[in-house]
């Protein structure tokens, strides 16, 4: 048995076979992706957030989301990205209904674009709902990265969640759809260590069929990849051969218009390139990795987490409002984290590692917070004010505000930037800790110990897994009343 038999026996041989075949391959919507195509991206998170709060929970079709945005711009409220093209072709109109009929075509094929970025959510075929935290991630970018802002979000695109993808004909997204195609594209490179075609990583990671999670479609696509010829010419008879797609006189059967694979997912293609993730040879006409994909794939806890660190530093460098975008960026992952988590035990412990070995620094030399070990303390503790032990106030994105404070407090103390020092509360609790008496304060961590929220066991730790913890910190953490006595001697006998 070939592996052509073994892993696509029910497409072999028949027209139909071939039509199922490739309509099955993400038929990417149409736009020029490159700086101007994300600036695009970005003017249009602008325009659906002029529809905040204007809509109920249970969705909108595309000609209300036009109307309302046609209202806003004739009420003199603007995005501050505009384009007036875009603005007179869509939103500048005399009788709405004549004017969707001509345009709401080219409109619903723009928001297939916002679809593909996660601004739309399906409530059903007709009625959408908008993301308009995502929305945001795109709109308060600054230039310098609005780039990594949307690669970080193609890295972490999933089928089973993205709504574009969940809409094409022909695809059949599931409960156990599992497949980041930016991921498996990178692996694939990476794992057949030579370069690959636009042919290849179309029908091999560019498709969603049967095969529903990523291990068994980047195992597949490596053995079929390990079998091909190196070049696309080559590439497509072979495999046209094997799967014996012929006509009754031996001719091997051809694409119709548009219906090549390689057109399908060329933008997904295009979208890696231009976020430095992947390198087109135009004269081999095959893809390599960038050095920048392969530090990714290299690292040892995740190549999400490798670039989410990077990103959340760029977005502390140069945003205006970095404190607001990094909450949105870390709100938006928190799916990604709790995966991570759930797959891995260790990765708390790889998580505090990598904050102890590269501790940030801000363009002064001072030693910066890490964001994403604040973020993985409170994700622990399910957004809980553990000294309250009930969750404090839910903001407008559906999550519960809470905050995470350094036991032993990070510049005074030195205390390390690790889960373990942390502790999550609400404000108020936050700021008794902070500004009131010394009593106030101790009764704080009192109750965090009697309630077991924190126990000498996580201090233990820090001196036996991370090698951590002080004498003179053992000391402050007894004076703050954070350990009773009987747990001083014992950290004290370990450091000994």
């Not at 409220?77 to 072709?89: K, N």
């Not at 553990?386 to 350094?406: D, L, S, V």
Request: hydrophobic letters at 40%; glycine letters at 4%; one cysteine or more.
């Amino acid at each position: 048995m070939t592996v052509f038999e073994e892993y696509f026996s029910e497409y072999m041989g028949t027209g139909a076979g071939f039509e199922k075949f490739h309509n099955e391959v993400i038929n990417m919507p149409r736009d020029q992706f490159s700086d101007t195509g994300l600036d695009k991206i970005r003017t249009l998170a602008g325009y659906l957030l002029l529809t905040e709060g204007r809509f109920g929970s249970s969705g909108v079709n595309y000609k209300t989301t036009m109307a309302c945005i046609a209202r806003q711009l004739r009420d003199g409220r603007y995005p501050a990205y505009r384009d007036a093209g875009l603005e007179a072709r869509y939103f500048i109109y005399d009788d709405l209904t004549s004017h969707y009929e001509v345009m709401g075509r080219m409109f619903r094929h723009l928001m297939s674009l916002c679809a593909f970025f996660g601004f739309v959510q399906s409530v059903s075929k007709q009625k959408k709902r908008y993301n308009y935290d995502k929305c945001r991630e795109y709109y308060l970018s600054d230039n310098e990265i609005l780039m990594p802002i949307a690669r970080n979000n193609l890295m972490i695109l999933n089928a089973r969640d993205n709504d574009f993808i969940k809409s094409l004909h022909g695809i059949v997204i599931t409960d156990e759809t599992d497949y980041r195609p930016t991921y498996a594209v990178l692996r694939y490179i990476h794992q057949i260590n030579r370069p690959a075609t636009k042919f290849e990583l179309s029908v091999l990671l560019g498709r969603i069929d049967a095969v529903k999670t990523e291990a068994a479609i980047l195992e597949r696509a490596l053995k079929i990849g390990g079998v091909l010829p190196r070049d696309e010419e080559s590439q497509i008879p072979y495999f046209f051969a094997n799967m014996n797609w012929k006509d009754p006189d031996g001719r091997l059967f051809s694409y119709a218009a548009s219906q090549e694979p390689y057109f399908k997912f060329n933008n997904y293609l295009l979208l890696m390139e231009a976020f430095e993730l992947i390198r087109y040879d135009t004269v081999n006409r095959t893809y390599r990795l960038t050095e920048y994909a392969e530090s990714l794939l290299a690292d040892d806890v995740s190549y999400l987490i490798a670039d989410l660190e990077r990103l959340i530093e760029l977005v502390d460098d140069y945003a205006a409002d970095n404190s607001a975008l990094n909450d949105l960026i870390l709100y938006q992952r928190n799916p990604e984290l709790l995966r991570l988590a759930r797959e891995d035990a260790s990765f708390i412990e790889k998580m505090n590692w990598r904050s102890l070995n590269n501790p940030a620094y801000d363009r002064t030399g001072k030693r910066k917070r890490n964001r994403l070990i604040a973020e993985l303390a409170k994700i622990q503790a399910d957004y809980k004010c553990q000294y309250a032990q009930r969750t404090i106030f839910k903001m407008p994105n559906g999550k519960y505000y809470c905050e995470a404070h350094h036991i032993l407090e990070f510049n005074t103390e030195n205390g390390p930037d690790i889960t373990n020092n942390l502790v999550v509360l609400g404000p108020e609790a936050h700021m008794i800790v902070h500004h009131a008496c010394k009593e106030e304060a101790d009764d704080v961590f009192m109750q965090l110990r009697t309630n077991g929220a924190i126990g000498v066991e996580r201090f233990k730790e820090m001196i036996t897994v991370y090698h951590c913890l002080t004498a003179a910190q053992v000391e402050a953490l007894s004076n703050k009343k954070v350990i009773t006595n009987a747990g001083k001697a014992e950290l004290l006998s370990l450091l000994s």
